[in-house]
């Protein structure tokens, strides 16, 4: 693990300007990378590495010191003749600008093809991995990139990511061109292009497939280099994350605690994404935001029957099964509760009375192991209000919730198709129950 600074290096004639760095050194030279390295890298070790890929060209021209002809006059006879005037004239190469600051990390120079066809390309890929480690921390200039060397560096730096884990602490470009009446050149951070990439990926797999860890993961590291993930965006993706995280352990009951309660954590992960919104924290992830504030609007509800056909629906469409098949048992408990005006959060009604009856009413009244009177007759009462749709239904997805947390030993087990296809069947049976039978 150490620090590296990559760059490219071209065969321009650079012109020497003064840029503006990123720490606010104003450096007068021919080459960014010597401004850049000057400005970023001076408290680096010998174990950090400053790396520049080089063609036989650039090296020749840039690399090493040169002597050779340019203009120093030119005069026009008529339209058809113009006589140019050269001189000899030696310039200090890139190499030795670096040696000369004196620093403590290695100067490495790597050699590359220029990049004419696939395989060329191919090759300086994996010359460009070769020189990244697991766990390094990476500064990227692409000022002197060529051709497809700007898109290149951002495949090998994203799949460096996953590969090496490793860091992107900022990739910059030195723009000469915008330079000022002074001679001033800006140099721009472009790492928040980077992050928005992140951004996309990990929001993409919360929107689709319902996991909020590679959103917390992306801010967790970035805590490290910028303060906003430190504040509000940081607590956003944790709150996000308390949401997910409880639908993945199965905590549906409405309560106080978000570590406990989805609809709690709901709110307050709501609370912190119209923060960082309306503050706009994050301006180029408004579309981005929109996308989860849309996708989690269904736990707007606050009873538990709408919160619990949420849940289901929300486990249907990122595939979560068991936890579906437990949800849906359980909110047809909720219903059950509901329709017979019961406290669906009380658990003598919910299990003994409600769960109970969810189980007896297919057996004969005197093959009830029931010996408290009172009891009896209020799972009665479940029954008869109950349609018979309903507990059919829920005796079913009993089944196959037991056949899912038997860890498929029985010997009627299910497939995963079936599990999955049957889920969402049930699924649309409880809501035609609700919609058909009482209006839901």
Known sequence: MAKKFLSFLGTGEYSECIYKCPNGSSVKTRFIQSALVEDLCREWTEDDE?????????????????????????????????????????????????????????????????????????????????????????????????????????????YA??????????IYYGAFEAKDKDGVAPVFELKEFDRLLEWSYAINSFVKFGDSRQILNFVEREKKYDEKYRGDVGKFAERLNDFTSTILTCRGMILDDRRKSVKRAYKEMKEQLNKIREENTLPQLKELLKLIKKGTEKFEYDDSLNIGLAFIDWCIKNNLVQQGYTALDETIKTYMCIINNLDEK???????????????????????????????????????????????????????????????????????????????EFYGEFVNIIKNSYGG
């Open 50 to 158: 400053v790396i520049i890929f080089l063609t036989n060209a650039s090296r020749n021209k840039n690399w090493e010191d040169s002597e050779r002809l340019v203009e120093v006059s030119r005069e026009e006879i008529s339209p058809e003749e113009t006589i140019i005037r050269r001189s000899k004239k030696y310039f200090t190469g890139l190499r030795k600008e670096l040696e000369s600051l004196n620093n403590k990390f290695k100067i490495i120079d790597k050699t590359i093809p220029e990049g004419k066809n696939v395989n060329e390309i191919w090759e300086i890929f994996n010359v460009m991995m070769e020189s990244i480690n697991e766990g390094d921390e990476v500064i990227f200039d692409i000022t002197h990139s060529f051709r497809s060397i700007p898109m290149l560096a951002l495949v090998v730096l994203n």
């Open 161 to 170: 990511k996953v590969i090496k884990n490793i860091n992107i602490l900022g």
């Open 346 to 424: 009380d658990f003598y009604n919910r299990e003994k009375v409600v769960g109970k009856a969810c189980v007896l009413f297919a057996k004969k009244e005197e093959e009830w192991e029931v010996n408290d009177n009172s009891l009896r007759e209020k799972i009665k009462e479940v029954i008869s209000k109950t349609p018979k749709k309903l507990l059919d239904l829920s005796q079913t997805i009993r089944d196959y919730r037991n056949d899912i947390n038997h860890f498929g030993y029985r010997e009627d087990a299910k497939n995963h198709d079936a599990l999955s296809r049957k889920l969402r």
